[in-house]
Nanobody, 119 residues
Framework: QVHLVESGGGLVQPGGSLRLSCAAS???????????MGWFRQAPGKEREFVGI????????FYADFVEGRFTMSRDRSKNMLFLHINSLKPEDTAVYYC?????????WGQGTQVTVSS
């Protein structure tokens, strides 16, 4: 079972930047065996939507169309961490951002981190 903890959210002005972090740990063994990690977000009153996925198993990365180059994921595999760099933040980026990790066809979720974009 993979345990995920996000951090880095907060209040930022429009046009600003943030880096969200997600740390993964495997509570069942010393072998992490994570196939992929990524991000979803959920804005107030809206459904959770896909942001991006970083497939560790084949080193491919996919983003949602709305990203428009403003979001970039990076990883530190030695620490089992995934980062989400967000530039040119807009008020509509306000949401709870959730990290996920896939292992053995199971998807695990973090508790989420709030990002609020407002002046």
């Amino acid at each position: 079972q993979v345990h995920l903890v996000e951090s880095g959210g907060g209040l930022v002005q429009p046009g600003g930047s943030l880096r969200l972090s997600c740390a993964a740990s495997d509570r069942t063994s010393n072998s992490y065996g994570i196939d992929s990690m990524g991000w979803f977000r959920q804005a107030p009153g809206k459904e959770r939507e896909f942001v991006g996925i970083d497939r560790w198993i084949d080193n491919t990365t996919f983003y949602a169309d709305f990203v428009e180059g403003r979001f970039t994921m990076s990883r530190d595999r030695s620490k089992n961490m995934l980062f989400l760099h967000i530039n040119s933040l807009k008020p509509e980026d306000t949401a709870v951002y959730y990290c996920f990790g896939d292992q053995n066809a199971m998807r695990y979720w973090g508790q989420g981190t709030q990002v609020t974009v407002s002046s």
